[in-house]
């Protein structure tokens, strides 16, 4: 059985031919760049075309952005980073275009379930996945079995409220883990810093760390106490076997993961220290896992259920 597993980047569009051992077959990348819902579902449609020329493929599997239906893929919420997406029923979209079963869900939550699957948290069976990237986002395995609660957005660590009254989130709220804890956050809280606008990604910031540039350190130092933090609060609130760190900021952990470990330790209850704190090790293989796990177990369902009604 094979899968394409489609990964929805913010400025990439990443898929690949998966087969049901978690084997690669092939990746390709498109860039997504027009920011509106047909555009995301062409991209889509793109990848597997292109990989229905040298494969049978038996369904696609998306990681996609926004607070995700899994039963119909609709886009409950989104930012305003697109337009004409919200409401957009992806798995409708694409089914009908390729007639191929189609599974979808937000793409952090994919994320996490690639490491379940075949990374870092593989043997776990309650593992809270956080992911640090352009954002934050994250998803709740509990029991081998996702979480999504009655609106969809169990999991949703980026919005829970951190420092309340703090910086204004897309999201509408103030204090938002979002804004303390993410890539972008790293470099506009160093611009902020220094009264201008002196760098534009997280890649600079990290390179003025390397130099040795005491304000990169200083805030290095309040990132490292905040995710202590946000990781106690979950470890105390969900109690899950452990907690996943994932995303592109997890490719800068060898300059501050053991001292976040230590904080973690230092600031938490005695309950804390029994939740296993890992590093991703999927990179960035990771959702288009995910996908590709999420979308064997809906066709197994599926089976399981059809070979149910033939004995009726």
Known sequence: MLVVAIDTGATKIAGAVIDENGVILEKIQLPNIERTGSSIIEVYLDIITEFQKNYRIDAVGIGAGGRIEPTNGKVLFATDVYTDYIGLSIVDEVTKKCGLPTVVDNDC???????????????????????????????????????????????????????????????????????????????????????????????????????????????LDIFIYNLAICAISIANLI?????????????????????????????????????????????????????????????????????EQSFL
Not at 147 to 159: D, V
Not at 250 to 272: L, M, P
């Open 109 to 219: 939550r994919v994320a996490v379930y690639g490491e379940y699957w075949k990374g870092a948290v593989k043997g776990f069976d309650d593992v809270f996945g956080i992911i640090l990237g352009t954002g934050v986002g994250g998803g709740y395995i509990q029991a081998g079995k996702p979480i999504y609660g009655a609106a969809c957005s169990a999991g949703e660590i980026g919005h829970l409220i951190l420092h309340p009254g703090g910086k204004r989130c897309l999201c509408g709220q103030r204090g938002c883990v979002e804004q303390y804890l993410s890539g972008t956050a790293l470099w506009e809280s160093y611009n902020v810093l220094s009264g201008k606008k002196v760098i534009s990604s997280g890649y600079e910031f990290f390179e003025l760390l390397d130099d040795g540039d005491d304000s990169a350190q200083s805030i």
């Open 239 to 307: 109690s899950p076997n452990a907690i996943l760190f994932g995303g592109g900021l997890i490719d800068t952990a060898d300059r501050w993961w053991n001292r976040f470990e230590e904080t973690y330790i230092e600031n938490g209850s005695s309950h804390c220290r029994n939740v296993s704190i890992l590093r991703a090790k999927a990179g960035n293989n990771a959702a288009l896992l995910g996908a590709a796990w999420m979308t064997l177990n809906s066709l197994s369902k599926t089976n399981d259920i059809e070979k």
